[in-house]
């Protein structure tokens, strides 16, 4: 016996070398069928979204969206499994086929040395949390593609030959390390030097395939190429799901942001119309009293039991409402505003009531106030809306 790496090897493993490696690899798995068939899933969904936009060089964006691309409003809005469906679509004829390659270069090892269910977990697992990191990092993109997984299959890749270094030749963890940093190292250089490439994805999704594997690693000359039941394999589930989990609720919610703005913008419209009506209304009311066509009894029922009443359920409609950050200072306004116009009717009420001539003034003092609230509102939405 010999100990490799921590493990006790197998007397016909005591001389490891390239050869016994690649045989160990192939005894695990002899065939890597799920590498096959991610790589011919993908290219089967490129060629039916090709036929469909006949482009195959660019798929527009709208039809991404439509057939599961990651795009905030509607993964946010219900529709999480857009997280998972977006991993197995592609913008172009050079995005699949760099994609594809690379899996089908770097997932024959992997899927060979994590087994096939462990490899399916990896490659999931870290499409998944790099699909969430994008989402987190940006919002108004539609993210798409393998490359969050593809990032994951390299870095279980790199987890193993660090964890699990004993049990690899020399020769080939030398070959393994430095293709595998060369891919990572030029692709995020790639990523970060040109534009529209999510690296985000790409940062969360070798996050993700460094902790899973790290956590799923055993020895190759071990009986079973993935022990779940471990504290190391179900530490590294808990933590990327955890991390996954953390980034899903830091991740802005522009569906809510977006249902917010267009409700409080349908709020907004209502008050404005309603609004114009109340002071037209308010001034048909005091040129009839002015003109003897209505008494003031009939003036202070109209008072009391319409008109402020009406600007009471205004006010309260602008304070139950939220309004996006941007447009709060708005609301706070309008609410200012309406509570203005409101006090100032109840003055002219008691004005009416009392005959007494400081609620005349009072009443002045409330229009002319609401007045200036309202020119200040423009003023400023004109320094800040230049163009409208």
């Not at 024959?108 to 499409?127: C, K, M, P, S, T």
């Not at 055993?218 to 504290?231: I, K, M, N, Y």
Request: overall charge neutral; glycine content about 10%; charged content about 20%.
């Amino acid at each position: 016996m010999r100990i490799i790496g921590g493990t006790v090897l197998p007397s016909h493993c005591r001389a490891l070398n390239y050869d016994n490696f690649i045989d160990l690899l192939f005894v695990r798995v002899p065939r890597a069928t799920v590498t096959y068939a991610l790589v011919a899933v993908n290219i089967l969904v490129f060629v039916g979204l090709a036929a469909v936009s006949m482009s195959p060089l660019h798929i527009p964006s709208e039809l991404l969206i439509r057939v599961g691309g990651n795009f905030a409003l509607r993964t946010q809005d219900g529709e999480s499994w857009r997280l998972l469906t977006a991993l197995f679509l592609h913008g172009g004829l050079l995005h699949v086929g760099l994609n594809m390659f690379a899996l089908y270069q770097a997932g024959q090892v992997v899927e060979r040395l994590f087994g096939r269910a462990g490899f399916v977990v990896v490659y999931l697992g870290a499409g998944l949390l790099g699909n969430v990191a994008s989402l987190w990092w940006r919002q108004g993109a539609v993210s798409i593609g393998a490359s969050g997984a593809i990032f994951g299959v390299y870095g279980a890749l790199l987890a193993y030959l660090t964890v699990q270094r004993g049990s690899v030749p020399v020769e080939v963890f030398r070959e393994m390390r430095s293709g595998t940093l060369g891919f990572l190292g030029y692709s995020l250089f790639a990523g970060f030097a040109i534009a529209g490439i999510d690296n985000a994805a790409h940062l969360g999704g070798l996050l993700g395939g460094l902790i899973l594997g790290a956590a799923l690693a055993e020895p190759v000359f071990s009986q079973l190429p993935v022990r779940w039941l471990t504290w190391r394999a179900l530490a590294g589930g808990v933590a990327v799901v955890l991390i996954g989990v953390s980034m899903w609720r830091a991740t802005p919610d522009v569906a809510h942001e977006r249902e917010v703005d267009t409700l409080y913008q349908q709020t907004v419209q209502r008050f404005a119309i309603e609004e114009q009506d109340l002071q037209r209304e308010q001034t048909q009311l005091l040129e009839a009293v002015r003109a003897h066509r209505m008494t003031e009894v009939a003036a202070l029922e109209v008072l009391e039991r319409e008109l402020i009443p009406r600007w009471d359920r205004q006010v309260l409609q602008l304070s139950w409402r939220m309004a996006p950050p941007p447009r709060e200072w708005q609301r706070n306004e309008l609410i200012q505003y309406a509570t203005a116009r409101r006090d100032a009717l109840k003055a002219l009420l008691q004005a009416l009531q009392t005959r007494d001539a400081e609620w005349i003034e009072r009443s002045r003092n409330l229009q002319q106030q609401a007045d200036s609230i309202l020119l200040q509102m423009r003023l400023r939405k004109s320094v800040e809306e230049p163009g409208q």
